[in-house]
C-alpha cells in the first residue's frame, strides 16, 4: 500500500499498473537499463533547483520561442524565453522517435512544493497544474571520500499522504561501493521496506526498495524516539560503469544529448538520486501536508568488499559537520 502511495506521486496512473505488474523491472541494479520514465507534460515530475527539465505540449513545433514561468507557493520565477527543440524520446530505445520540447534548468528562485509551470506565445497560453510538479530541496552533494555531514533546516515538501523527498548528488564522482546511512535527527518519522522508491534526475525509476532489497538496504527502528528511523543504503561497485562513460569509453555521453551516448544507446545517469519517501509516525498518522524542516544527517563510507550489517543501537556519535540549508 504505502509503494502504491509513493508511485501515485511519481507516475501517472495508466504508467503505474505496468511498473507493479513487471517487479523485475524496477529492482536494484548498475548501467542503463532501467525503465525510462513515462509519457508527461513535464519530465522529471519531481525536481531540485537547477535540474534539467523537459516540458512537452502537442502545440510545440521545432524553432519555436516560448516563454517559460514557474509559480510556486509564495513566488514566481523570472520568465525565460526558450526554444522548442526536437529531440530523441527516451521512451523509445532505439533513439528513433523525435519529439518537441522545451529544454529549462529550474530556477534558484523557487520555494520548495507543488509548482505550476506557464508556457506562452503570442496569443497561446497553457499551463501545467501544481499537482502535476514539485519543488524538492536541495541535494546533500556528497564525494568519493569518508564524511560526515548535518544539514541544518532541510526542507521538504510533503503530500496529503506523507510523501517527502530526500535527494543526494556528486555521486557522479563515486565509482567505489560506498554505504549511506541517514536519518532525521529531530523527526521522528517512521519508514521500512516497501516505503521508499529512488529516482534519477532523468525521471528513471531507479529501483523500489522492497523485501528483496534486503542484500543492500537495511532499517534501523528508532520508535518511541525523538529522531527517525535510520536507513542504511550500500550503493554497489560503479567501477566499470564509470570507465565505460569517461571519455573515449564505450558508453561516453553524448555532448549535444545528455540522455545518450554516443554509440546510439539510451543514457541512465546516476549523478543524482531522490529518495521518494512514504513516511508516518509511531501512532500511523502522517506528517502533515505541507512543509517539512528537520536537520538531516548522512554519513558516506567507502567500501571495498561486500555489504556489511547495519548497526542498531540508541544512536551514533560522529562528528558533525554543518551546512547551508537549502
Not at 47 to 59: E, K, V, Y
Not at 275 to 287: G, M
Amino acid at each position: 500500500m504505502r509503494m502504491f502511495i509513493i508511485l501515485k506521486y511519481c507516475f501517472p496512473i495508466i504508467i503505474l499498473a505496468l511498473f507493479l505488474s513487471t517487479p523485475a523491472l524496477v529492482q536494484a541494479g548498475c548501467g542503463c537499463d532501467k525503465p525510462p520514465p513515462p509519457p508527461a507534460a513535464v519530465i522529471p515530475n519531481v525536481a531540485f533547483r537547477g535540474m534539467t527539465l523537459s516540458i512537452f505540449h502537442d502545440s510545440f513545433k521545432p524553432g519555436q520561442a516560448w516563454n517559460v514561468t514557474f509559480h510556486s507557493k509564495d513566488r514566481d520565477s523570472f520568465p525565460q524565453r526558450l526554444r522548442v527543440e526536437q529531440k530523441r524520446d527516451l521512451g523509445d530505445s532505439t533513439g528513433k522517435t523525435l519529439t518537441a520540447r522545451l529544454t529549462v534548468s529550474l530556477p534558484y528562485e523557487l520555494s520548495v512544493g507543488p509548482t505550476s509551470i506557464t508556457v506562452s506565445r503570442d496569443a497561446e497560453t497553457f499551463t501545467t497544474p501544481e499537482n502535476a510538479f514539485t519543488v524538492i530541496g536541495d541535494p546533500v552533494v556528497v564525494a568519493p571520500f569518508e564524511e560526515k555531514f548535518l544539514v541544518r533546516n532541510y526542507r521538504t515538501p510533503v503530500s496529503d499522504d506523507g510523501v517527502l523527498y530526500v535527494s543526494l548528488a556528486g555521486l557522479d564522482t563515486v565509482c567505489r561501493p560506498m554505504k549511506f546511512h541517514t536519518f532525521m535527527k529531530n523527526s521522528p518519522l517512521r519508514f521500512t521496506y516497501d516505503d521508499i522508491v529512488v529516482l534519477n534526475s532523468q525521471g528513471f525509476l531507479i529501483e523500489s526498495l522492497e523485501d528483496t532489497s534486503k542484500n543492500h538496504v537495511q532499517f534501523t527502528s528508532y520508535k518511541g524516539k525523538p529522531e527517525s528511523d535510520h536507513f542504511h543504503y550500500w550503493r554497489h561497485s560503479f567501477v566499470q560503469y564509470c570507465k565505460d562513460h569517461q571519455p573515449g569509453g564505450p558508453k561516453e555521453i553524448d555532448p549535444f544529448d545528455h540522455n545518450w551516448h554516443k554509440d546510439g544507446t539510451r543514457h541512465v545517469d546516476y549523478g543524482a538520486l531522490i529518495f521518494v519517501i512514504a513516511a508516518h509516525y509511531d501512532d500511523q498518522s502522517f506528517p502533515p501536508p505541507g512543509k517539512a524542516v528537520f536537520d538531516l544527517r548522512v554519513e558516506t563510507h567507502p567500501e571495498k568488499g561486500d555489504p556489511p550489517p547495519a548497526k542498531g543501537g540508541s544512536g551514533a556519535n560522529f562528528t558533525e559537520t554543518a551546512l547551508s540549508p537549502p
